[in-house]
């Protein structure tokens, strides 16, 4: 920095062939030319003159100047800023490590594993909140209701529920969502588009999650254990449902019978047989049930389909338990 006349003007120099002159007065950012032609008198020129109207036609003159070379300017800048470009997407980082976590996105590589159960993850942080559904650790709390969760970004959709706020909506049908996940999931719905498909049986999912889920009853992986008796569970919902037979805890019960329920999906069932609701309706007949499951199983007397077959003979049934009763003529 160097003063002329009273006023003081910045050179911000970030590489040999990058060179800005910032205007302490102006605000005005200019790139060097490389010329070396102009003395120090014409650098400050401008601050010099008296006259508004020459003061506004310089400062036109550097923004016209200036405009063309902003957009090669600002890209030069982000390298200076951002150095490290992914030489496979192209994205720049300030620093290394960070580059180096972002070329695992690319390359599938998981180096952290968890001693629990085996699992592998890409990124350290991942793996973090892995563990803590192990340990059942959860360190974000609502501070309405008290709920807790593992992820801050859990808290922030729970509390959601809390506010009634439901900006995103179905073009379709109207219903409202919390979020545009939600909605996304929705629309699915609607355009009967699954887009996870299992690469064992070519079954399709709306979510990710259930595909997950799904792949379990292929590999039998059960990674969910109760620390009561060490039942294992594909799913946690069902192990959540599980350890209450261990505490008896029904806290949903019928207001017409009294009984009550682990859960509300078992509740929910239960007050069909008291309303006579019946859903799921079949696309060929008509027919309704109370349960998707009965439906599914109905569907199979349209199609013929016989899924479970036995090992010995090949007989085939709609039904599991029917194979399972047909499985005693074997064994006796």
Same mark, same amino acid.
């Given at each position: 920095m160097y003063h002329k006349g009273g006023v003081s003007v910045g050179i911000i120099k970030f590489k040999e062939e990058l060179k800005f002159f910032y205007c302490f007065v102006s605000g005005a950012t200019v790139k060097h030319t490389g010329s070396k032609d102009r003395n120090e008198d014409q650098l400050v020129q401008k601050q010099e003159t008296d006259s508004p109207e020459v003061e506004n036609q310089d400062q036109e003159e550097i923004d016209s100047e200036t405009q063309g070379k902003n957009g090669d300017d600002q890209k030069q800048l982000e390298r200076y800023q951002k150095p490290y470009s992914c030489t496979t997407c192209g994205k720049?980082?300030?620093n290394k490590s960070v580059l180096n976590s972002h070329i695992i996105i690319h390359t599938g590589e998981k180096r952290y594993s968890c001693i629990a159960c085996g699992k592998r993850f890409s990124q350290k942080s991942q793996l973090r909140y892995h563990m803590m559904t192990h340990t059942g650790e959860k360190p974000v709390s609502c501070m309405t209701c008290g709920k807790t969760f593992t992820h801050?970004?859990?808290?922030?959709e729970h509390i959601k529920t809390h506010t009634g706020e439901k900006p995103f909506s179905c073009s379709?049908?109207?219903k409202c969502? !919390? %979020?545009?996940?939600?909605?996304?999931?929705?629309m699915r719905r609607h355009?009967?588009?699954k887009p996870f498909s299992c690469v064992t049986c070519g079954k399709g999912f709306l979510r990710?999650?259930?595909l997950i889920c799904h792949m379990r009853s292929h590999t039998g992986e059960k990674p969910f254990s109760c620390m009561t008796c060490g039942k294992s569970f594909s799913v946690k919902c069902n192990l959540t449902f599980h350890m209450k037979t261990h505490t008896n805890e029904k806290p949903f019960s019928c207001a017409i019978c009294g009984k009550g329920y682990h859960n509300k999906s078992s509740f929910n069932y239960h007050m069909r047989n008291h309303t006579e609701e019946k859903p799921f309706l079949c696309v060929t007949c008509g027919k309704g049930f109370v349960h998707n499951s009965h439906l599914i199983l109905h569907m199979? !007397? %349209?199609?013929?389909?016989k899924p479970f077959t036995c090992t010995i003979c090949e007989k085939s049934y709609a039904i599991k338990s029917r194979l399972t009763v047909h499985m005693k003529t074997h064994t006796g």
């Open positions: 720049r980082f300030s801050k970004g859990n808290l922030s379709t049908c109207g969502f !919390s %979020h545009k996940s939600l909605l996304r999931n929705h355009t009967e588009e990710k999650s259930h199979r !007397s %349209h199609t013929g389909e």
